[in-house]
């Protein structure tokens, strides 16, 4: 009988550390790589990860002051510090502009990074590093840090080279 109990509760640990390694597995993690903080606005860059590979970008824009957000663009960055934009609600990776944010309240835009990395892929327009920009009705814009890709298609930020 205790042979029965010991065998009973071993298997009764494995069975709960296989159920909990695959909860953690699946489950639906967020991660924080940008965050720009502005008079008007504070703008995050967050990374959604599902089963371990990337899924989604978000844009998530807090208003510390009420303002209209107009547009949200791709800002291209070559090598030369040239700069090219895309409208991401042209392409239809983000829709519900423009948007009237208000004091204390946020606004997150969801980018499908298939559709994201599949503009940058086949884009007629050469990068190296690309940031979101946010335009409001004023024309006033609000650009994040600027982010990269590294050789696994991974969204990072780019180390500047300066210090001190």
Do not use: C
Not at 121 to 139: S, Y
């Amino acid at each position: 009988m205790e042979t029965f109990l010991a065998l009973f509760f071993i298997a009764f640990l494995i069975v709960g550390a296989v159920m909990t390694y695959r909860h953690k597995k699946i489950a639906v993690k967020q991660f924080l790589i940008s965050e720009n903080i502005y008079p008007q606005l504070v703008i995050g860059i967050y990374v959604e990860k599902t089963k371990g590979k990337l899924s989604a970008v978000k844009v998530q824009i807090k208003g510390i002051e009420s303002l209209i957000l107009e547009k949200l663009q791709l800002e291209l960055i070559t090598r030369k510090r040239e700069f090219n934009y895309y409208d991401l609600s042209d392409k239809n990776l983000v829709d519900s502009l423009p948007h009237k944010l208000n004091e204390k309240h946020s606004k997150e835009f969801s980018i499908n990074y298939s559709g994201l990395k599949s503009l940058l892929e086949q884009g007629e327009l050469p990068f190296r590093t690309f940031r979101f920009v946010v335009t409001d009705t004023n024309g006033k814009t609000y650009k994040s840090h600027e982010l990269g890709l590294d050789k696994k298609w991974q969204i990072m930020r780019p180390d500047s080279g300066h210090y001190n």
